[in-house]
């Protein structure tokens, strides 16, 4: 059995994450290649794709979910972002600055870390950290 597939966006025009898809915004399968992506209409009409991210099938220690984009604190204090790696065909860690990137399950598991916010609202959690 295969993990659970469940996205959330970012939606930047309300600054907020979308969590679920109920009429607003709704996802998409391109039939060619199998890529996924959300989109929905603005209330002026405009077209608004925010990006998507996946769940990674995991939690944290605290029992959160881990998408794409969110910084986890690992055991050594050091805040990492989770990526998606099309080269690797996996979830990865990563950390600015650094040539560090490891598949998710080599440098820590789950239950290790914390996530302590996203890219989108806390950025600023890696840049004190630099």
């Known amino acids: ?3 659970q597939l469940k996205f959330r966006a970012w939606d930047s025009e309300q600054n907020k994450m979308i969590f679920t898809f109920d009429g607003e915004y ?3 399968v391109n039939s060619e290649d199998c890529t ?6 603005l209330p002026n009409g405009d077209w608004n794709e925010p990006p998507l991210m996946q769940f990674i099938g995991l939690t944290d220690k605290k ?3 881990i998408f ?3 910084i986890v604190k690992t055991n050594t204090d050091k805040a990492m972002v989770i990526c998606w790696s099309d080269r690797h065909a996996s979830f990865t860690i990563e950390r600015e600055g650094w040539a560090f990137r490891h598949y998710f399950g080599e ?3 789950a239950n290790e870390c914390e ?4 890219v989108y ?3 600023d959690v890696l840049q004190h950290e630099a």
Do not use: Y
Request: charged letters at 25%; glycine letters at 22%; one cysteine or more.
């Open 26 to 28: 709704k996802i998409m």
């Open 68 to 70: 794409e984009g969110d």
């Open 107 to 109: 440098a820590m598991e």
């Open 115 to 118: 996530i302590v916010g996203n």
């Open 63 to 65: 029992g959160n979910e």
């Open 121 to 123: 609202e806390n950025w």
């Open 36 to 41: 996924v992506f959300c989109g929905g209409h």
């Open 1 to 3: 059995m295969g993990r």
